[in-house]
């Protein structure tokens, strides 16, 4: 049974590339949410590898002058900075 409804925010450029794509494997968006949603549970996890091989661990004096930097924003920085972190393309 079909109860729920997922909201998300994403480019748009994106969303038109996905649709497009789903459309000629013949499958709706809402489809593809459903697979997408059952392959996080059959892998408990996301369905593909996130990597990121290049960037060093960040150390506790690091770890606490980003938090004192993050501190110091505005509402609206964090605003800002919250909006492009949705802006994924995978």
């Known amino acids: 049974m079909k109860d729920s409804i997922v909201t998300a925010r994403i480019d748009s450029n994106l969303k038109k590339e ?3 794509t789903l459309k000629k494997i ?3 968006n809402s489809t593809a949410i459903g697979l997408f ?15 990121v091989d290049s960037v060093p661990p960040v150390g506790d004096t690091e770890q606490k002058d980003i938090e004192k930097i993050l501190k110091k924003r505005t509402k609206a920085d964090r605003i800002i900075s919250h909006s ?3 802006n994924l393309t995978i």
């Open 84 to 86: 492009e972190e949705l």
């Open 26 to 28: 013949g499958l709706s």
């Open 18 to 20: 996905a649709e497009s």
């Open 37 to 51: 949603y059952n392959s996080v549970i059959l892998n408990k996890g996301l369905p593909f590898r996130l990597r």
